[in-house]
């Protein structure tokens, strides 16, 4: 049970934190509201009316973040490697060049489909 001891105390400074930061936020923020801060901020563009169904997406635009996700996941796969690269040895470099490679044979074809070029 002590092993988990540091793991609650961080969780309770975690929630202490995001507790503080909206109190704090709340009573130091400005109270003078109009219609334009109501208002959905669209960099400069001015907002257009949504359909009533809300609207569709081009699927561009889950394609880019899965696409994000695929190339996050490969950098989460490679920081624990890195970190016991001497301990895995010659088994550990030929797998993680296969990783490596996989990785690149998909982003190479997601390139020639014009997956990465916006319009």
């Given at each position: 049970?002590?092993?988990?001891?540091?793991?609650?105390?961080?969780?309770?400074?975690?929630?202490?934190?995001a507790m503080f930061s909206l109190v704090?936020?709340?009573?130091?923020?400005?109270?003078?509201?109009?219609?334009?801060?109501?208002?959905?901020?669209?960099?400069?563009?001015?907002?257009?009316?949504?359909?009533?169904g809300g609207g569709r997406f081009p699927?561009?635009?889950?394609?880019?973040?899965?696409?994000?996700?695929?190339?996050?996941?490969?950098?989460?796969?490679?920081?624990?490697?890195?970190?016991?690269?001497?301990?895995?040895?010659?088994?550990?470099?030929?797998?993680?060049?296969?990783?490596?490679?996989?990785?690149?044979v998909a982003y190479l074809y997601v390139?020639?489909?014009?997956?990465?070029?916006?319009?």
């Amino acid at each position: 049970m002590n092993l988990y001891v540091p793991i609650a105390v961080l969780a309770l400074i975690a929630f202490g934190f995001a507790m503080f930061s909206l109190v704090a936020s709340t009573l130091a923020g400005p109270k003078r509201f109009n219609r334009a801060k109501s208002e959905a901020y669209e960099c400069g563009i001015e907002p257009t009316p949504q359909p009533v169904g809300g609207g569709r997406f081009p699927v561009k635009y889950y394609l880019t973040a899965m696409l994000f996700i695929v190339f996050d996941i490969e950098i989460i796969f490679l920081y624990p490697w890195a970190v016991t690269f001497d301990a895995l040895g010659i088994f550990g470099l030929v797998e993680m060049v296969l990783f490596i490679v996989a990785v690149l044979v998909a982003y190479l074809y997601v390139w020639r489909r014009g997956g990465l070029e916006w319009e």
